[in-house]
Protein backbone atom coordinates (compact mmCIF):
# COMPACT_ATOMS: atom_id res chain seq x y z
CA UNK A 1 0.00 0.00 0.00
CA UNK A 2 1.22 3.48 -1.21
CA UNK A 3 1.14 5.73 1.97
CA UNK A 4 2.76 8.94 2.90
CA UNK A 5 4.93 8.02 6.20
CA UNK A 6 6.24 10.46 8.90
CA UNK A 7 9.83 8.39 9.68
CA UNK A 8 10.82 10.74 12.83
CA UNK A 9 12.99 12.89 10.03
CA UNK A 10 11.15 13.10 7.25
CA UNK A 11 7.69 12.19 5.38
CA UNK A 12 8.05 9.81 2.35
CA UNK A 13 6.46 8.81 -0.26
CA UNK A 14 6.65 4.66 0.25
CA UNK A 15 5.36 1.44 0.25
CA UNK A 16 3.43 -0.25 3.47
CA UNK A 17 4.63 -4.08 3.45
CA UNK A 18 1.61 -5.28 4.80
CA UNK A 19 3.82 -8.34 7.06
CA UNK A 20 5.79 -5.78 8.59
CA UNK A 21 8.22 -2.85 7.73
CA UNK A 22 9.03 -1.95 4.05
CA UNK A 23 9.04 -4.54 1.32
CA UNK A 24 12.30 -5.61 -0.44
CA UNK A 25 14.85 -8.53 -0.09
CA UNK A 26 16.14 -9.14 3.35
CA UNK A 27 19.46 -7.42 4.57
CA UNK A 28 22.08 -9.30 5.65
CA UNK A 29 23.87 -8.97 8.61
CA UNK A 30 26.06 -6.49 9.43
CA UNK A 31 29.85 -7.20 10.81
CA UNK A 32 32.74 -5.47 12.11
CA UNK A 33 36.65 -6.38 12.43
CA UNK A 34 37.35 -5.04 15.74
CA UNK A 35 35.17 -3.33 18.78
CA UNK A 36 33.89 0.08 18.19
CA UNK A 37 32.86 2.26 21.07
CA UNK A 38 34.56 3.64 24.24
CA UNK A 39 38.38 2.26 24.84
CA UNK A 40 37.73 0.37 21.63
CA UNK A 41 40.16 0.29 18.28
CA UNK A 42 37.70 2.56 16.51
CA UNK A 43 38.62 1.73 13.08
CA UNK A 44 37.17 4.03 10.11
CA UNK A 45 35.14 1.77 8.63
CA UNK A 46 34.12 -0.59 11.37
CA UNK A 47 32.99 2.83 12.80
CA UNK A 48 30.85 3.65 9.60
CA UNK A 49 29.67 0.33 9.85
CA UNK A 50 27.94 0.67 13.05
CA UNK A 51 26.77 4.65 12.32
CA UNK A 52 25.08 2.90 9.00
CA UNK A 53 23.53 -0.13 11.03
CA UNK A 54 22.00 2.60 13.62
CA UNK A 55 21.05 4.89 11.16
CA UNK A 56 18.48 1.17 10.04
CA UNK A 57 17.17 1.15 13.25
CA UNK A 58 13.65 3.12 14.45
CA UNK A 59 13.21 5.10 17.55
CA UNK A 60 11.18 2.84 19.29
CA UNK A 61 13.90 -0.03 18.82
CA UNK A 62 16.75 1.90 20.33
CA UNK A 63 17.75 3.75 17.41
CA UNK A 64 18.93 7.58 17.21
CA UNK A 65 16.17 9.76 17.12
CA UNK A 66 18.60 12.07 14.66
CA UNK A 67 20.39 9.88 11.98
CA UNK A 68 24.50 9.54 12.81
CA UNK A 69 26.79 11.41 9.87
CA UNK A 70 28.28 7.85 8.66
CA UNK A 71 31.91 9.59 8.79
CA UNK A 72 33.55 7.20 10.95
CA UNK A 73 34.24 9.50 13.58
CA UNK A 74 33.59 8.07 17.12
CA UNK A 75 32.48 11.27 19.19
CA UNK A 76 29.34 12.03 21.84
CA UNK A 77 26.51 10.88 19.26
CA UNK A 78 28.16 7.88 18.57
CA UNK A 79 28.94 6.40 21.82
CA UNK A 80 25.80 7.86 23.18
CA UNK A 81 23.50 6.02 20.94
CA UNK A 82 25.87 3.00 21.46
CA UNK A 83 25.26 3.72 25.36
CA UNK A 84 21.47 4.12 25.13
CA UNK A 85 20.94 0.87 22.67
CA UNK A 86 22.88 -1.27 25.32
CA UNK A 87 20.30 0.09 27.79
CA UNK A 88 17.22 -0.24 25.77
CA UNK A 89 18.13 -3.99 25.13
CA UNK A 90 20.12 -4.97 27.92
CA UNK A 91 23.01 -5.87 26.25
CA UNK A 92 25.61 -4.62 28.11
CA UNK A 93 26.62 -0.78 30.01
CA UNK A 94 30.47 -0.56 28.51
CA UNK A 95 29.28 1.49 25.25
CA UNK A 96 31.31 -0.78 23.21
CA UNK A 97 30.00 -2.67 20.75
CA UNK A 98 32.47 -6.33 19.83
CA UNK A 99 32.62 -8.05 17.23
CA UNK A 100 30.26 -11.19 17.31
CA UNK A 101 28.86 -9.91 20.85
CA UNK A 102 25.34 -9.51 21.90
CA UNK A 103 25.41 -5.49 20.99
CA UNK A 104 25.65 -6.01 17.67
CA UNK A 105 23.56 -9.02 17.64
CA UNK A 106 20.59 -6.97 18.81
CA UNK A 107 21.58 -4.43 16.70
CA UNK A 108 21.08 -6.56 13.59
CA UNK A 109 18.15 -8.23 14.72
CA UNK A 110 16.27 -5.31 14.82
CA UNK A 111 17.85 -3.11 12.53
CA UNK A 112 16.29 -2.75 8.45
CA UNK A 113 12.55 -0.78 8.60
CA UNK A 114 14.42 3.19 8.32
CA UNK A 115 15.60 4.22 5.70
CA UNK A 116 18.21 6.15 6.00
CA UNK A 117 18.38 7.61 2.21
CA UNK A 118 15.07 9.26 2.48
CA UNK A 119 15.83 10.54 5.98
CA UNK A 120 17.53 14.13 7.46
CA UNK A 121 20.94 12.97 8.74
CA UNK A 122 21.95 15.81 11.39
CA UNK A 123 25.44 16.36 10.37
CA UNK A 124 28.80 16.24 11.74
CA UNK A 125 29.08 14.23 15.08
CA UNK A 126 28.78 16.66 17.34
CA UNK A 127 27.17 17.13 20.16
CA UNK A 128 23.28 17.87 20.36
CA UNK A 129 21.94 15.24 23.03
CA UNK A 130 21.36 18.30 25.38
CA UNK A 131 18.47 19.22 23.29
CA UNK A 132 17.54 15.18 23.28
CA UNK A 133 18.04 14.89 26.88
CA UNK A 134 15.56 17.45 27.79
CA UNK A 135 12.50 15.64 25.18
CA UNK A 136 13.19 12.60 27.12
CA UNK A 137 13.04 14.37 29.99
CA UNK A 138 9.28 16.11 28.87
CA UNK A 139 8.40 12.57 27.73
CA UNK A 140 8.22 10.88 31.36
CA UNK A 141 6.87 14.25 32.83
CA UNK A 142 3.98 15.02 30.16
CA UNK A 143 2.85 11.35 27.78
CA UNK A 144 -0.45 10.09 29.26
CA UNK A 145 -0.05 5.98 30.06
CA UNK A 146 -1.37 5.22 26.52
CA UNK A 147 -0.79 6.44 22.70
CA UNK A 148 -5.00 6.72 21.37
CA UNK A 149 -5.57 8.32 24.98
CA UNK A 150 -2.66 11.12 24.23
CA UNK A 151 -4.06 11.32 20.69
CA UNK A 152 -7.41 12.22 22.09
CA UNK A 153 -5.59 14.79 24.64
CA UNK A 154 -3.78 16.37 22.08
CA UNK A 155 -6.78 17.00 19.18
CA UNK A 156 -7.83 20.14 21.51
CA UNK A 157 -4.50 21.60 20.42
CA UNK A 158 -4.45 20.86 17.08
CA UNK A 159 -7.81 22.38 16.69
CA UNK A 160 -6.58 25.47 18.54
CA UNK A 161 -3.91 24.96 16.26
CA UNK A 162 -5.20 24.95 12.87
CA UNK A 163 -7.87 28.05 13.78
CA UNK A 164 -4.91 30.20 15.12
CA UNK A 165 -3.13 29.38 11.43
CA UNK A 166 -6.14 30.49 9.99
CA UNK A 167 -6.42 33.47 11.73
CA UNK A 168 -2.96 34.14 11.19
CA UNK A 169 -3.13 34.17 7.04
CA UNK A 170 -6.37 36.43 7.06
CA UNK A 171 -4.57 39.10 9.38
CA UNK A 172 -1.41 38.92 7.20
CA UNK A 173 -4.30 39.11 3.96
CA UNK A 174 -5.63 42.33 5.65
CA UNK A 175 -2.40 43.88 6.26
CA UNK A 176 -1.10 43.19 2.28
CA UNK A 177 -4.28 44.75 1.53
CA UNK A 178 -3.53 47.88 3.44
CA UNK A 179 -5.91 47.02 6.46
CA UNK A 180 -5.37 46.59 10.56
CA UNK A 181 -3.65 42.96 10.25
CA UNK A 182 -0.94 43.35 11.58
CA UNK A 183 3.14 42.92 10.31
CA UNK A 184 3.42 40.06 12.55
CA UNK A 185 0.95 37.38 10.46
CA UNK A 186 2.69 38.71 7.39
CA UNK A 187 5.91 38.15 8.58
CA UNK A 188 4.99 34.66 9.38
CA UNK A 189 3.35 34.04 6.42
CA UNK A 190 6.70 35.66 4.30
CA UNK A 191 8.48 32.88 6.26
CA UNK A 192 6.91 30.06 6.11
CA UNK A 193 5.83 30.26 2.64
CA UNK A 194 8.43 33.10 0.73
CA UNK A 195 5.51 35.85 0.06
CA UNK A 196 7.85 38.30 -0.09
CA UNK A 197 9.61 36.57 -3.24
CA UNK A 198 6.46 37.28 -5.50
CA UNK A 199 3.65 40.01 -6.61
CA UNK A 200 1.52 41.16 -4.40
CA UNK A 201 -1.50 39.87 -6.33
CA UNK A 202 -0.11 35.89 -6.41
CA UNK A 203 0.90 36.48 -2.23
CA UNK A 204 -2.52 37.24 -2.23
CA UNK A 205 -3.90 34.40 -3.95
CA UNK A 206 -1.44 31.98 -1.75
CA UNK A 207 -3.33 33.41 1.40
CA UNK A 208 -6.69 32.67 0.16
CA UNK A 209 -5.15 29.42 -0.68
CA UNK A 210 -3.52 28.62 2.56
CA UNK A 211 -7.14 29.65 4.65
CA UNK A 212 -8.92 27.27 2.52
CA UNK A 213 -6.43 24.42 3.66
CA UNK A 214 -7.14 25.63 7.17
CA UNK A 215 -10.52 25.54 6.77
CA UNK A 216 -10.08 22.55 5.51
CA UNK A 217 -8.45 20.90 8.37
CA UNK A 218 -11.20 22.73 11.05
CA UNK A 219 -13.63 21.01 9.15
CA UNK A 220 -12.64 17.75 9.67
CA UNK A 221 -11.54 18.47 13.30
CA UNK A 222 -14.71 19.75 14.09
CA UNK A 223 -17.40 18.43 11.77
CA UNK A 224 -16.73 15.01 10.72
CA UNK A 225 -18.14 12.44 13.19
CA UNK A 226 -16.11 10.92 15.73
CA UNK A 227 -13.32 13.60 14.71
CA UNK A 228 -12.60 14.00 18.11
CA UNK A 229 -15.32 11.90 20.34
CA UNK A 230 -16.86 9.02 17.90
CA UNK A 231 -15.20 6.65 20.27
CA UNK A 232 -13.72 6.34 23.79
CA UNK A 233 -10.29 8.18 22.78
CA UNK A 234 -11.96 10.29 20.06
CA UNK A 235 -9.99 8.69 17.08
CA UNK A 236 -12.08 7.93 13.82
CA UNK A 237 -9.59 9.51 11.89
CA UNK A 238 -6.19 8.83 14.08
CA UNK A 239 -5.90 4.79 14.08
CA UNK A 240 -2.89 2.77 16.14
CA UNK A 241 -1.07 1.13 13.46
CA UNK A 242 -0.74 -2.74 13.84
CA UNK A 243 1.49 -3.14 10.76
CA UNK A 244 4.65 -3.02 12.92
CA UNK A 245 5.82 -0.06 10.92
CA UNK A 246 8.50 1.85 12.32
CA UNK A 247 7.23 4.97 10.84
CA UNK A 248 5.98 7.63 13.66
CA UNK A 249 2.81 8.40 11.63
CA UNK A 250 1.06 7.67 7.74
CA UNK A 251 -1.45 8.14 5.67
CA UNK A 252 -2.43 6.27 3.12
CA UNK A 253 -2.74 7.61 -0.16
CA UNK A 254 -6.89 8.65 -0.97
CA UNK A 255 -6.43 6.97 -4.47
CA UNK A 256 -4.45 4.03 -2.91
CA UNK A 257 -5.99 0.31 -3.53
CA UNK A 258 -9.06 -0.39 -1.91
CA UNK A 259 -9.15 -1.65 1.94
CA UNK A 260 -8.68 -5.12 2.14
CA UNK A 261 -10.99 -7.88 3.57
CA UNK A 262 -8.89 -7.81 6.70
CA UNK A 263 -10.54 -4.79 9.23
CA UNK A 264 -6.70 -4.27 10.84
CA UNK A 265 -5.00 -3.27 7.49
CA UNK A 266 -4.59 0.22 6.54
CA UNK A 267 -7.11 1.60 4.21
CA UNK A 268 -7.55 5.23 3.03
CA UNK A 269 -9.89 8.00 5.46
CA UNK A 270 -7.47 7.16 8.75
CA UNK A 271 -3.86 8.83 9.84
CA UNK A 272 -2.40 5.59 11.66
CA UNK A 273 0.18 6.02 14.63
CA UNK A 274 2.94 4.19 14.93
CA UNK A 275 4.68 3.06 18.23
CA UNK A 276 7.52 5.90 18.24
CA UNK A 277 5.03 8.87 18.20
CA UNK A 278 5.00 8.36 21.89
CA UNK A 279 8.07 9.43 22.04
CA UNK A 280 7.93 12.62 20.69
CA UNK A 281 7.60 15.81 23.07
CA UNK A 282 4.35 16.72 23.58
CA UNK A 283 4.37 20.02 20.68
CA UNK A 284 5.64 17.98 18.66
CA UNK A 285 3.54 15.26 18.71
CA UNK A 286 0.44 17.84 18.00
CA UNK A 287 2.63 18.71 15.08
CA UNK A 288 2.98 15.78 13.45
CA UNK A 289 -0.75 14.95 14.04
CA UNK A 290 -1.33 18.27 12.37
CA UNK A 291 1.13 17.17 9.07
CA UNK A 292 -0.80 13.99 8.54
CA UNK A 293 -4.02 15.86 8.45
CA UNK A 294 -2.90 17.88 6.05
CA UNK A 295 -2.07 14.79 4.09
CA UNK A 296 -5.51 13.54 4.96
CA UNK A 297 -7.33 16.92 3.78
CA UNK A 298 -5.72 16.97 0.24
CA UNK A 299 -7.05 16.13 -2.99
CA UNK A 300 -4.49 14.14 -4.36
CA UNK A 301 -4.47 15.67 -7.60
CA UNK A 302 -1.50 17.92 -9.17
CA UNK A 303 -2.82 21.00 -8.59
CA UNK A 304 -3.92 20.65 -4.84
CA UNK A 305 -1.82 18.40 -3.45
CA UNK A 306 -0.23 18.50 -0.46
CA UNK A 307 2.80 16.41 -0.69
CA UNK A 308 6.10 15.86 1.34
CA UNK A 309 9.38 18.10 -0.53
CA UNK A 310 11.04 19.37 2.44
CA UNK A 311 11.10 18.64 6.21
CA UNK A 312 12.05 21.16 9.54
CA UNK A 313 14.95 23.13 8.51
CA UNK A 314 14.82 22.11 4.46
CA UNK A 315 10.96 23.16 4.13
CA UNK A 316 12.75 26.89 4.28
CA UNK A 317 14.95 26.00 1.04
CA UNK A 318 11.94 25.55 -0.89
CA UNK A 319 10.95 27.96 -3.49
CA UNK A 320 7.81 29.61 -3.16
CA UNK A 321 5.82 27.07 -5.30
CA UNK A 322 6.52 24.17 -3.66
CA UNK A 323 5.87 25.37 -0.07
CA UNK A 324 2.37 26.07 -0.84
CA UNK A 325 2.55 22.16 -1.86
CA UNK A 326 4.17 20.70 0.98
CA UNK A 327 2.60 19.65 4.14
CA UNK A 328 5.71 20.65 6.27
CA UNK A 329 5.53 24.52 5.78
CA UNK A 330 1.51 24.65 6.66
CA UNK A 331 2.79 22.48 9.84
CA UNK A 332 5.22 24.84 10.78
CA UNK A 333 3.17 27.97 9.63
CA UNK A 334 1.05 26.86 12.38
CA UNK A 335 2.75 25.43 15.26
CA UNK A 336 5.02 28.87 14.74
CA UNK A 337 1.80 31.41 14.91
CA UNK A 338 0.33 28.94 17.80
CA UNK A 339 2.90 28.21 19.92
CA UNK A 340 5.28 31.05 19.31
CA UNK A 341 9.23 30.84 18.72
CA UNK A 342 10.24 29.97 21.62
CA UNK A 343 8.13 26.54 22.55
CA UNK A 344 8.84 25.70 18.38
CA UNK A 345 12.41 25.80 18.43
CA UNK A 346 12.04 23.62 21.81
CA UNK A 347 10.41 20.92 20.03
CA UNK A 348 11.92 21.10 17.21
CA UNK A 349 15.72 22.58 17.33
CA UNK A 350 16.31 22.18 13.44
CA UNK A 351 14.51 24.84 12.54
CA UNK A 352 16.07 27.99 14.63
CA UNK A 353 18.52 29.04 12.48
CA UNK A 354 15.70 29.62 10.11
CA UNK A 355 13.43 31.72 12.66
CA UNK A 356 14.61 35.43 13.48
CA UNK A 357 14.68 35.94 17.06
CA UNK A 358 11.95 38.60 17.45
CA UNK A 359 9.11 36.58 15.36
Known amino acids: ??????THHACILTTLNLLGGRSGAPTPPSTIG??????SANQSNDVKTVQRLFNRIAVADGGPEDLLAEDGFIGPLTLGTIARFQKHHG????????????TLAK????????????????????????????ADGLFSLFTVPTLPLRTARSLPQVRDTARKALRTAELAADHLRGGLGGARPWRLAQLHFALDRVPRARALTAL??????????????TSRPGATGGDPFGLSIFEIDRTGTSAVAYSPAQAAEPRRQDPNAPHAGRVYLGSAAARLVPDHFEHVLLHELLHFIDEETTK???????????????PHEKRMRNADNYAL???????????????????????????
Open 34 to 39: RSVGRN
Open 1 to 6: MIVRAH
Open 304 to 318: RVIGDLGYRDRAFQL
Open 91 to 102: TGSDARIDPGGP
Open 208 to 221: ADIQVTFRRVLTVL
Open 107 to 134: MNAVAGDRDPQLAQISGKDVDAHAYHGI
Open 333 to 359: FASHAFLGRARLVASQPAVAPHVPDDL
